[in-house]
């Protein structure tokens, strides 16, 4: 049941998707008709509220807007991001496939609308989403960016390789785009190309302690724990309480034979993850290997009080109570 011990890469790609909501103002479209003054007032209304960040209070706005103007396409659009940024993603995708219907074609509302579809884990249509605003406007950084990131979640690795590819040819100091790719180049067995990746990451932003840790799993896999220790070493000066960061440098210890300090590594990860089963399961593996037996056991015994059952099975099979 349990593996033996292995490095954690970090693979946090969701995180770094651009969420960008752009707002349409009436005074930025005197070619807006209303069908009465009021719908106007509701529809401003509506902005400053969504401005102020009262995203209820916006969306009730524009519904008044909406039905003294019905169908009116720029309505739906900013109450679909009213919408998205309230967490009701499938009241947005509604509202930005009504503004679409309705004649509003514009490369930003595809761009959220894959957003909204993305938030609601329907990946596939995200993906025709982006394409579409891809299609409008094939110069924009954020939705390529956007489109790989989806295309990495259905498996499509190739097509989220040339997308990104594509996006830092345009903004290429995006550091989420080379630390993404890098993770995709991983993915595929190609840790020299994810080396490459996650150092221009850092070159970009020298605190990206998630590349920096990436960077070392993609040289113990090439078995190159020197360079592994460095990066795990850069990636905890960064953020002390990095508990990967430790976990990993305890483990390409451990492969130097390193024991002692190995150990220091997995005391503190337990010092920074007290409820963290998946963390004492992973420390335990690696003091099974290391043939700290009690230790092994008293890290099995943290994670069954945690409520893990195939751990409490395990300590019952060796007769542990």
């Known amino acids: 049941m349990f593996q033996s011990a292995k490095y954690y890469i ?17 005074t930025n479209f005197a070619s807006i008709v209303f069908a009465e003054d009021s719908a106007d007032s509701f529809f401003m ?21 909406l039905n003294l103007s019905p169908g009116n396409a720029y309505i739906y659009y900013n109450m679909g991001n009213a919408y998205s940024n309230s967490g009701m993603y499938g009241d947005a995708i509604k509202c930005f496939n009504a503004a679409i219907e309705n004649g509003l074609v514009d490369a930003s509302i595809y761009f959220n609308l894959g957003n909204a579809y993305n938030s ?41 390789v040339k997308c990104y590819e594509s996006a830092i040819k345009i903004n290429p100091d995006d550091a989420g785009s080379h630390y993404n790719l890098g993770n995709i180049y991983s993915q595929m067995d190609d840790e ?32 190159d724990e020197d360079h592994a220790i460095d990066c795990y070493q850069k990636a905890i000066e960064v953020n002390p309480r990095y508990a990967r960061a430790h976990y990993n440098l305890g483990i390409s210890f451990l492969h130097r034979n390193l024991k002692d300090k190995a150990e220091n590594c997995f005391t503190k990860v337990v010092e920074l ?31 069954a009080d945690l409520g893990d059952e195939d751990c409490a099975k395990w300590l019952k099979d060796k007769g542990v109570k």
């Open 10 to 26: 970090f693979v946090d790609m969701r995180k770094n998707l651009f969420l960008s909501i752009i707002v349409l103002l009436a």
């Open 45 to 65: 209304q509506g902005n400053d509220n969504y401005t102020a960040g009262k995203y209820g209070d916006a969306i009730n706005s524009y519904k008044k807007a």
């Open 120 to 160: 609601q884990g329907e990946t596939v249509e995200a993906v025709g989403a982006y394409k579409r605003a891809v299609k409008l406007d094939p110069n924009d950084a954020a939705t390529l960016h956007n489109l790989a990131m989806a295309y990495s979640t259905l498996g499509d690795l190739e097509n989220a």
């Open 192 to 223: 020299t190309a994810a080396i490459q990746c996650y150092a221009k990451t850092v070159k970009i932003n020298p605190y990206y302690e998630k590349a920096y840790c990436n960077m070392g799993v993609s040289y113990s896999n090439l078995g």
């Open 273 to 303: 993850t007290p409820y963290d089963i998946s963390a004492f399961i992973k420390i335990a593996n690696a003091y099974g290997e290391m043939g700290k037996q009690d230790k092994q056991i008293e890290c099995m015994k943290r994670a």
